[in-house]
């Protein structure tokens, strides 16, 4: 699994680890990535999310328990 961020697509940025002594060593620097319950128009789902985009509101947090309260309003199926 990649550590990117599924809605811009935000990847790791490499660059150079300079000592004191002016050596340069290659390093990484990774995305802030967090695992996050999104609410998508059909209906929510798992996602990879930066928190540039949660803080900025390009996704919106899907609320607690929705998966029980559609269990729950879901009319019963007659036997």
């Known amino acids: 699994m990649a550590r990117a961020c599924e809605v811009c697509g935000k990847g790791p940025t490499f660059g150079n680890q300079v000592s004191h ?3 340069k060593t290659r390093r990484k620097w990774s995305v802030n990535v967090q695992n996050l319950k999104v609410k998508t ?7 990879r999310v ?4 949660i803080r900025s509101g390009r ?4 609320p607690r328990g929705t ?8 009319p019963k199926k007659a036997a």
């Not at 128009?41 to 996602?47: H, L, T």
């Not at 996704?59 to 899907?62: F, L, T």
């Not at 998966?67 to 879901?74: F, H």
């Open 41 to 47: 128009p059909g209906g929510s789902k798992r996602m």
């Open 21 to 23: 002594s002016n050596r």
């Open 67 to 74: 998966r029980q309260a559609a269990l729950k309003a879901a």
């Open 50 to 53: 930066c928190t540039t985009c």
């Open 59 to 62: 996704v919106e947090k899907a």
